[in-house]
């Protein structure tokens, strides 16, 4: 468990950094979930007693992360959230670290939850309208509508989603410019566009906003944005 390196026998820095993380959270999982023989620990108790060693040794590096997020990711968690966006967020998050294949500085980890910040805002700000969010890093794109059912659903770098809605050509390369041209400084683009959803061909406001890296400098790391019809 945690740094031993169970079930496989490794010890300290030949577990994989994933499998590292993976434990903390699957532990803190534990502390703060009910069992049939247990209540569950608020989030607070929870982080001393792994930061305590009360439930196996972990990596000193990922112990020192913890304590200096645990009051952001607490605010976080104890805000109301759709649990889909919020697993896919954790999943986006996840992604870019393991690419990155290296442990991020304590600069990074608080600027990694600014991110997933920004995005849990967004949406809270726009709130009740079609969402959409793309993932750069694993293709994955995910379109609910303003009651959070699922449109569309593709894990597929080359899918065409303007195709899919029926947006003209021309308008989909209009804002592939615009996405293009945007930046860490200047992350939103808004448009009208035709398309058809749910067999409604109608226009529609599109606004877009772009996700930054900060790992890595200039690198999108995925898109989201709403639309709604024009009114």
Not at 171 to 178: E, K, P, S, W
Request: charged fraction near 25%.
């Amino acid at each position: 468990m945690g740094w031993k390196g169970y079930p496989d026998g490794l010890k300290g820095e030949e577990i994989p950094i994933s499998a590292q993380v993976v434990a903390i959270v699957d532990v803190y999982d534990a502390l703060t979930s009910e069992r049939c023989y247990k209540k569950a620990f608020d989030h607070d108790t929870a982080i001393q007693m792994i930061l305590d060693g009360q439930c196996g040794q972990f990596n000193p590096i990922l112990l020192k992360c913890l304590k200096e997020l645990s009051i952001q990711l607490s605010k976080m968690l104890n805000k109301e959230m759709d649990d889909n966006k919020y697993s896919h967020e954790i999943q986006r998050l996840l992604n870019e670290i393991l690419s990155d294949k290296s442990l991020p500085s304590q600069i990074y980890s608080q600027s990694l939850v600014k991110v997933m910040q920004e995005k849990l805002d967004f949406f809270k700000s726009n709130s009740g309208m079609n969402s959409i969010e793309y993932n750069t890093i694993s293709g994955q794109l995910t379109i609910l509508n303003g009651k959070q059912q699922i449109l569309c659903q593709r894990n597929n770098p080359n899918f065409n989603l303007f195709k899919e809605f029926g947006v003209n050509e021309e308008d989909a390369q209009y804002i592939r410019v615009l996405l293009h041209q945007t930046s860490v400084q200047n992350k939103e683009i808004s448009v009208q566009i035709k398309a058809t959803l749910e067999n409604n061909s109608q226009m529609y406001k599109l606004k877009l906003h772009t996700l930054w890296s900060p790992m890595k400098k200039d690198v999108c790391i995925g898109i989201i944005g709403y639309f709604d019809t024009v009114k």
